[in-house]
Nanobody, 115 residues
Framework: QVQLVESGGGLVQPGGSLRLSCVAS????????MGWYRQAPGKQRELVAH???????TYADSVKGRFTISGDNAKNTVDLQMNSLKPEDTAVYYC?????????WGQGTQVTVSS
């Protein structure tokens, strides 16, 4: 069983920055990828960024050049640095861990971009 706990959300003005963190606990054996997703009101949950066990990263087109995902295997953490935030980035952000035979979600953290 794996537990994921996100932190770092909040209210920020357009153009500002936030850093989200996700701490994983439990058995992370055969971890394939960790990622950040988001869900805005009335919309489907969407991928923001992935980081694979070998360090390879992928990003949604909407966040490329603004967001950076990073991971620390020793600490079982994955962070999302979000810069140049826009109102359309407002959503609940979720951490996800995908193992060889299962996947897990965190409870989510709210990010609101507004003046």
């Amino acid at each position: 069983q794996v537990q994921l706990v996100e932190s770092g959300g909040g209210l920020v003005q357009p153009g500002g920055s936030l850093r989200l963190s996700c701490v994983a606990s439990g058995s992370m054996f055969r971890l394939n990828v960790m990622g950040w997703y988001r869900q805005a009101p009335g919309k489907q949950r969407e991928l923001v960024a992935h980081i694979f066990s070998g360090g390879y990263t992928t990003y949604a087109d909407s966040v490329k050049g603004r967001f950076t995902i990073s991971g620390d295997n020793a600490k079982n953490t994955v962070d999302l640095q979000m810069n140049s935030l826009k109102p359309e980035d407002t959503a609940v952000y979720y951490c996800r861990a995908v193992l060889a035979d299962s996947s897990y979600w965190g409870q989510g953290t709210q990010v609101t971009v507004s003046s």
